[in-house]
């Protein structure tokens, strides 16, 4: 039997009709679809693109997506400032900072400008400390699509070996929170790992979270491990080999059609959630 593919792309699909109905209520209730807004700070087209199809996924299920286009050499305090007015606006239940921000803008201080109740991305550094406690709140949206592809499989991550590659803010170590308080011994490696090839084939579980196409090879990955691979690089490809790989792997996520659309409709299903906070409902 070959590996079981980890196809988020329908699982996101299967998402929408209840996540349509949950909106529908709200706008019932207030008079307005729940609103996701997103702050997109230059012209990079790979962003330019995730935005779009974020708008596109809103509208597929009745959440109102706001866009903020603000210029490239937009400085810190402007940032800031448009996420304040965002953070004012009771249209808005959720906001999203499209990563990355040009290099000028201190990235961090504009995450955490966002409030936590409308952190529907899971960026700011609240959200975060509750994620790493298991306190409810929002998720990373990212880190929340790959924890719930493994659990809909019902892939095993109790005491697995978890490998990360990877420790950015809004992925590499957000999702290594999430996969430690599901019981996982997590290792999270990054750029001055030694021995990374060693340290991935120790990994019942590999996420590719780095960023650099076809980075993690086929022979560093151990016979029957499951590979997660939120890497979407130039080609369409990922972090992680998979034409090689996936045949040594159990099971896999592919590229496209795996992390991604799963990440896009646990956005909004934060958005939708956090407008029914407000409301008191569900
Ligand atoms: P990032 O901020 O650039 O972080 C990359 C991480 O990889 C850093 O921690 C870096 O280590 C590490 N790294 C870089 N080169 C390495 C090497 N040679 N060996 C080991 N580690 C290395 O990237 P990101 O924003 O987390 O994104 C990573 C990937 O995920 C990208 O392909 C992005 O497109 C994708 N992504 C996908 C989704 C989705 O929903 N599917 C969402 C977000 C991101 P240092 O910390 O030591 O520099």
Not at 84 to 103: C, F, K, M, T, Y
Request: charged share 20%; aromatic share 2%; proline share 6%.
């Amino acid at each position: 039997m070959g590996p079981i593919i980890l196809d988020g792309k329908s699982l996101a699909k299967g998402m929408e009709p209840p996540l349509a109905e949950r909106a529908a209520r709200i706008r019932e209730r207030r008079g307005r679809a729940p609103g996701l807004a997103t702050v997109m700070v230059g012209d990079n087209p790979a962003s330019a693109m995730y935005v779009r199809m974020k708008g596109n996924a809103c509208r597929r299920v009745g959440v109102e997506p706001v866009r903020i286009d603000m210029p490239e050499g937009s400085t810190t305090a402007e940032v800031i400032g448009a996420v304040e007015r965002l953070n004012a606006d009771p249209g808005v239940s959720g906001i999203l900072l499209q990563h990355p921000l040009p290099r000028h803008v201190d990235e961090m201080a504009c995450f955490n400008a966002i409030s936590v109740a409308k952190d529907v991305d899971g960026v700011c550094v609240s959200s975060f400390g509750m994620a790493a406690m298991g306190m409810e709140g929002h998720r990373s949206a990212t880190s929340l699509s790959i924890v719930s592809i493994l659990r809909h499989y019902g892939i095993p991550i109790e005491g697995r070996e978890a490998v990360v590659v990877g420790r950015s803010p809004i992925l590499g170590k957000p999702v290594s929170m999430l996969l430690l308080n599901e019981n996982a011994t997590v290792t999270i490696c990054h750029s001055r790992t030694v021995g990374l090839p060693d340290v991935v084939r120790r990994a019942d579980i590999v996420v590719g979270a780095l960023g650099r196409p076809r980075f993690i090879k086929a022979d560093w990955v151990k016979e029957g491990a499951v590979l997660v691979d939120a890497g979407y690089n130039e080609g369409n490809v990922g972090d992680i080999d998979l034409e090689n790989a996936a045949a040594k792997s159990s099971a896999y996520t592919p590229v496209p059609g795996g992390v991604g659309p799963m990440t896009i409709m646990q956005l909004i299903s934060q958005t939708v959630r956090a407008a029914e906070m407000v409301l008191g409902i569900g």
